[in-house]
């Protein structure tokens, strides 16, 4: 096949889609929240929420009553008016039928996310949705598409995207330190055994429905953004293998009395699953998912270029040209840096701490919720819905980030083949346009 007879990696857009890739938020002096799901995360993003200036939740919707009593009780004890609280099988709807609220901001389990963010947009209001926004390659289009049938915004909660060091890395990356990208690694590594087996009984069904990549976006955001992904890049293909399927039995063996239902799941997600990505400009990036078994957290987060290497779990930089070392690792060059050691990131700070950081530290750090970038992420979504601006992630960044779910198990389940990731976009991700700040 020529490439002239290559078929477009896209659906050709309905009549009245428009791309919303320039779309700015309507300007206004506040922003007005209702909350879908009121669990552990909702309570959590709420917490960080209280000091966003021009914020305010004014209603929640949880099909139980009970769920919502920590955020009501929350928002009391800092002093927040009280909203107004729908409980049951219709609460979605009654939130969304309300006039008073500008951005709806989904927490709920995994398969609900995407129905719910289509709900809300045809309901005419903005969305910020958990990760992954979709599950299946079906709800990323969904997704997609309705944002351009409604010209409403789908921002994925992708926090891990303002950590201090992510945006450390992403301002050595613009800064040209780390040389031309080559490649990055990724991952979400958070031994979630307990948490698996215990008290997310949602989470857990995942392993036993699907295998491949459950929760790629914590990772894969910030590699995005390293990357200029749809601003310049995209994902292009990817392979998927997975390890044997083991820790979460032998947790149950060792934890679950016996006669316990749980003993008759089969649990078929990988302990570990490794993804291998492309880009259009040839980078490659690893992808790991291992949420079953003893290990510290980590997200890896590592961006490699032609000048060196930045590396994370513990933050660490190695360049050949180091513009805080003049002259002596710097002006090394003589293609044997083996000896060499990777250094920490305090030296890198002054020249290269983001923006964002230097301004808002102090208070990120100060509200708790992920070392301040839940913070972050919501002052900056508060920020560019009043100030009228485009947001820093889009619903093309919440498609392709969460793709790998459904990507990586038909690689898997196909017998680790490469698959092609749809181009979102619809052939508008070389230009470079607003991102992440
Ligand atoms: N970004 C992060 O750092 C981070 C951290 C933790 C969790 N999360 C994500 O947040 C989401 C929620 O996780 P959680 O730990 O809070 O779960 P949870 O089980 O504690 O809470 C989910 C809540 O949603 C409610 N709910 C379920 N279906 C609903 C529906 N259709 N309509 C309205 N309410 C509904 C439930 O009653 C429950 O109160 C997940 O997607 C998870 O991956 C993200």
Known sequence: MTS????APFPERAPGQQSVADLAFEPRAEVRIGLIGAGARQTSLVNSLVPVPNSTVVAIADSSAEAM???TDLLAERGQPAPDTHAGDDATAQLLARDDVDLVMIATPWTSHAPLAVQAMKAGKHVAVEVP???TLQECWDLVNTSEQTQRHCVILENCCYGRNE?????????????QLLHAEASYTHDLRKMLMETKSWRRQAHIDHD??????HGLGPVAAYFGINRGDRFTRLVSMGSPSLGLQEFRAATVPAGDPRHDEVYRAA???TSLLQTEQGRSIVLQHQVVGPRPYDRR????????IFTDYPPRVFLEQDPTLEGIQGDQGDGESGHGEYREIDPYLPEFEHPLWRAEGEAALASGGHGGMDYLMLLRLVQTMTEGTVPDMDVYDAAAWSAPGALSEESVVGGNVPVEFPDFTRGDWARNRTGMP
């Not at 890395?169 to 613009?174: D, E, G, P």
């Open 271 to 273: 302990d570990i699953n």
């Open 69 to 71: 009593v920590p955020i």
């Open 133 to 135: 926004a979709a599950v």
């Open 167 to 179: 945006l450390l890395a992403l301002q050595l990356v613009r800064a040209g330190a780390l040389g």
């Open 212 to 217: 491949g990549n459950l929760y790629p976006t």
């Open 4 to 7: 002239d007879a290559t078929p």
């Open 301 to 308: 987060n590592q961006v490699v270029g032609t000048n060196g």
